[in-house]
């Protein structure tokens, strides 16, 4: 019996079917031809895994994009005490320039996140580079009619939530799991990077004694402009060069993702523990952000200190902010220990934010503005790397949700807390005499909510796990065939 299927076998010409192997049987290589062999191979080919050298052309035009639309945001609060002076707008109305991106994220968050998870990509994003052209064009008739600049504003800030929630869906889709981290931080660091260059021009280009209406209008004016060129120079080169996906998946856990429905996504969001947990904290720690972004001109004014030293100061804390995240994301990549070096950056923040709070009102006039300068530099330092580390960890603990999804949810949460902190901060400061006290004391609020929420976060790295246990699989194999090949040899 074992001569006649053996003779059977070199009648076909497959030679190779018929070697003795201890871990398989006789009958299924007997019935084996090259043609059962073709489909493995072709589910092979679907599965490849590569790296392509564009994705660096999509992190750099990423990059710009969310550049532009941070410094959007701060466009009008960059400059808020003399904008409402000479404009004749109240603190609300001034505040409400930046808090309308607040406002829209909530409301345009879960459609935008759709089209990015489900639709395309490329599409929403370029939705969003057109509308921050036409928006940036209509704010450079603000001395026509303040009308111009709202309508310009909302234009920027209606499809803000589609640039927000693509760092984690950028890294997932074009780089792997040794570099996702600190892509990401990358990604969302472009936002602040944006913020203090807004800071920074509206410094070179707008004279800080100014007592002129008329002259402090034009350089205004003159300061939308060059927005406006600096927008439509980057967000073209977005739009001409975007693409929606590589041809292969960058890694094993990308190349299995199969899109889920918007309503199965939010369904297993709010099944999670541990992403509730994650929204908590990250809600509390950009609250702080957003809140601090929008009124840290006037904030500072409350001690003296002058709209350009305020202005510098944020720029630099931005900057120091976006060095220290990127360190982090890196570490975070190498040794994938989220939670403990996101405990760590708000356990720093909160002691120096204490420290900062008690050091403003002890120090003497002559030395705030260095006090403030050291202080504001080390809190957003190390408080921005817990929002870039907290985008990456929600994809990890969420997967297969679809990143723009689980993190839009995250930056909704975000944005309302900016409103409301923002909200309450300006009724201290029109109702109460103690507004420094109590703005001090919410915000220390904010971080030890925060801090709490991370200690009680206990959740596998899901996605990780993914790209981990299909590599062991295909290790396995390989020692397998290998094993085969020195028994027929």
């Known amino acids: 019996m074992k001569d006649e299927s053996h003779e059977e076998g070199l009648l076909q010409g497959d030679i190779s079917d018929v ?67 000479f404009y004749h707008l109240n603190n609300f109305l001034v505040d409400s320039f930046s808090l309308i991106f607040m406002i829209l994220y909530p409301v345009c968050c879960i459609p935008e996140a759709y089209i990015i998870d489900n ?84 410094g070179f280009v707008i004279e800080e004694n100014t007592i002129n209406p008329k002259m402090f209008k034009d ?31 960058p890694s094993i856990s990308q190349g299995n993702y199969k899109p889920i429905s918007l309503k199965e996504g939010i369904k297993r969001l709010k099944s999670n523990k541990n992403f509730i947990k994650l929204l908590i904290s990250l809600t509390c720690i950009v609250g702080f952000i957003n809140i601090f972004g929008t009124i840290f001109n006037s904030y500072m004014a409350l001690y003296k200190i002058k709209d350009s030293t305020a202005t510098y100061t944020a720029a630099i804390a931005n900057l120091f902010g976006i060095l220290t995240a990127l360190i982090v994301g890196a570490i975070i990549d190498k040794f994938k220990k989220y939670r403990l070096a996101m405990i760590i950056c708000n356990i720093s923040s909160l002691v120096v934010f204490i420290i900062t709070t008690i050091l403003m009102e002890v120090i003497k006039k002559k030395n705030l503005g260095i006090t403030s300068f050291i202080c504001y530099t080390l809190i957003i330092g190390t408080a921005v790397p817990i929002y870039t580390s907290g985008m990456d960890y929600v994809c990890e603990i969420t997967y297969p949700v679809g990143e723009s999804i689980s993190e839009g949810i995250i930056m909704s949460f975000n944005q309302i807390m900016g409103i409301v902190g923002i909200i309450i901060c300006d009724s ?59 028994t027929t040899d």
């Open 428 to 486: 201290f400061r029109t109702y109460l005499k103690k507004y420094k006290f109590l703005t001090n004391l919410f915000c220390i609020l904010l971080f030890i909510i925060s801090l709490f929420s991370l200690f009680f976060i206990n959740s596998e790295l899901v996605r990780n796990l993914e790209d981990n246990k299909k590599k062991q699989t295909k290790d396995n194999d390989d020692k397998n065939e290998e094993k085969e090949d020195l």
């Open 119 to 202: 639709i395309s990509m490329r599409i929403g994003l370029t939705i969003s580079a057109l509308l921050l052209i036409v928006g940036a064009f209509l704010k450079i008739f603000i001395n026509t009619s303040i009308i111009f600049a709202y309508i310009g504003q909302f234009l920027t800030a209606v499809f803000q939530p589609a640039i927000l929630n693509s760092p984690g869906k950028i890294a997932a889709t074009w780089f792997d799991e040794k570099s996702r981290t600190l892509v990401t931080s990358i990604c969302c660091v472009s936002n602040t990077i944006g913020i203090m260059i807004g800071y920074l021009i509206h």
């Open 219 to 249: 350089g205004f004016e003159l300061y939308l402009l060059i927005e406006f060129i600096i927008t439509t120079i980057f967000c073209l080169f977005f739009v001409f060069l975007m693409k929606n996906k590589p041809n292969n998946p």
């Open 19 to 85: 070697r003795i192997n201890p871990s398989s049987t006789r009958q299924t290589n007997m019935n084996n031809s090259n043609k059962d062999i073709e489909p493995f191979k072709e589910d092979k080919t679907e599965t490849q895994i590569e790296l392509t050298s564009y994705r660096f052309i999509i992190v750099i035009i990423y990059f710009f994009l969310n550049f532009i639309n941070g410094m959007h945001w701060v466009t009008f609060s960059s400059c808020a005490a003399k904008f409402g002076k």
